[in-house]
């Protein structure tokens, strides 16, 4: 019970802090000098490539890895029935960071709605499925509500 806990608590405190630090990693291009086609870190050198620059190479992956990130933390953390429907922007963005990391493709953006439409229709489906299996227990939790409310205030007659 006790190392459930730290683990929780481990865990729940690395969460935090990814989404603490999303608003300096959409930032982080910044430091990058404006001219540079190659920039060395300590996770190797990151080339400008297409983009010309490693700043707007830099800039431009963050913008796609920042909400792909939030929606993963979102997707998993999320207890919810619905929470299969954050498939569908994660694949899109994941099409789009992909699309930005090759930098072969000439037009970013453009082609990646394409590739996840049979994503979409499987999500939609599978979805559509949960829904309809569900949908007597949304229904007998609306009824019961209505009958409490009911109940709480009797109705005059006459």
């Not at 404006?34 to 060395?40: K, R």
């Not at 992956?61 to 909400?67: I, N, T």
């Not at 792909?68 to 619905?82: A, G």
């Not at 209505?146 to 009797?154: G, H, I, S």
């Amino acid at each position: 019970m006790k190392g459930n806990r730290k683990t929780s608590l481990l865990l729940s405190s690395v969460i935090i802090l990814l989404i603490i630090s999303t608003p300096y990693l959409l930032y982080i291009y910044q430091s990058i000098p404006q001219d540079l086609e190659n920039w060395n870190t300590i996770f190797g050198e990151i080339k400008g490539g297409y983009y010309g620059t490693a700043f707007i190479f830099v800039y431009t992956f963050f913008s796609k890895f920042v909400p792909l990130l939030l929606l993963l933390i979102w997707f998993i953390t999320n207890k919810h029935w619905w929470v299969h429907a954050l498939i569908i922007p994660i694949t899109v963005y994941l099409f789009q960071l992909i699309a930005v990391i090759n930098d072969s493709q000439l037009y970013v953006d453009e082609v990646e709605f394409i590739y996840t439409v049979p994503f979409l229709v499987l999500i939609f489906v599978i979805l559509y499925f949960i829904r309809s299996k569900i949908s007597i227990y949304i229904q007998a939790v609306d009824l019961k509500k209505e009958m409490d409310d009911n109940m709480r205030t009797p109705k005059k007659f006459g």
